[in-house]
């Protein structure tokens, strides 16, 4: 429903030693020839945001975002929980099914990251993933054109189940060439895992890939 965030900044970075940050090193014309560094040390960070972010572009949160945010915030760990143990299930029905190539999620055990997952992610890596189709982008495309649950978006980590074809929405301005080197085939497919039932989702993939 909304987008926000915050910075934390200790004020220990030393910026002019880094030699990469003119602008918070050099003087400002845009605010009376201040150099963050020299005049106001630790807070160079926070202060060259407040002049020179917030005053440009307002970014400040509304209170309505404030609100959503926060009403948010209060079921955030349980709708997780439930991200997770969806995704679960439908990776490992993913896995196993005669027409999916391959899964790519490191909550899996065939994953290449799969020990670096059990090590950082004690809870689940999350509900977004990709799986490549036997076939190509036709086989693929036939398949989310077929899922009735899924919605076909580009955003992720919403409360409803999404599907996209990466080669051609996500990363469609890359050439051939490039898409292979990041891993992106005519065969693959992202899904961002919802709230609703697992099951449903199952059989609705099911349904799906039985199409192709």
């Given at each position: ?81 439930r991200h997770v143990e969806n ?12 027409k999916v190539e391959k899964v ?107 199409k192709i």
């Amino acid at each position: 429903t909304t987008n926000g965030g915050l910075i934390v900044d200790s004020g220990k970075f030393d910026w002019e030693a880094s030699g990469k940050f003119p602008q918070l090193v050099d003087e400002d014309p845009s605010y009376h020839n201040i150099s963050y560094t020299r005049d106001v040390g630790p807070a160079a960070f926070v202060t060259a945001l407040r002049t020179q972010l917030l005053r440009d572009t307002g970014a400040a949160l509304a209170p309505f975002n404030a609100f959503l945010l926060l009403q948010g915030l209060e079921t955030l760990s349980l709708r997780v929980e439930r991200h997770v143990e969806n995704t679960k299930k439908i990776v490992d029905f993913l896995e196993n099914h005669p027409k999916v190539e391959k899964v790519n999620y490191p909550g899996l055990p065939s994953s290449p990251y799969y020990d670096l997952a059990q090590k950082y992610f004690s809870k689940g890596p999350g509900s977004i993933f990709t799986f490549h189709v036997k076939g190509g982008q036709d086989e693929a495309r036939t398949v989310i054109d077929n899922l009735e649950i899924f919605s076909d978006l580009a955003n992720v980590a919403d409360a409803k189940s999404l599907v996209v074809h990466p080669a051609t929405t996500t990363h469609q301005q890359l050439a051939e060439a490039d898409l292979l080197a990041c891993g992106v085939t005519p065969n693959q497919i992202r899904i961002s895992v919802g709230l609703e039932n697992a099951d449903d989702l199952i059989e609705d993939l099911k349904l799906a890939l039985d199409k192709i």
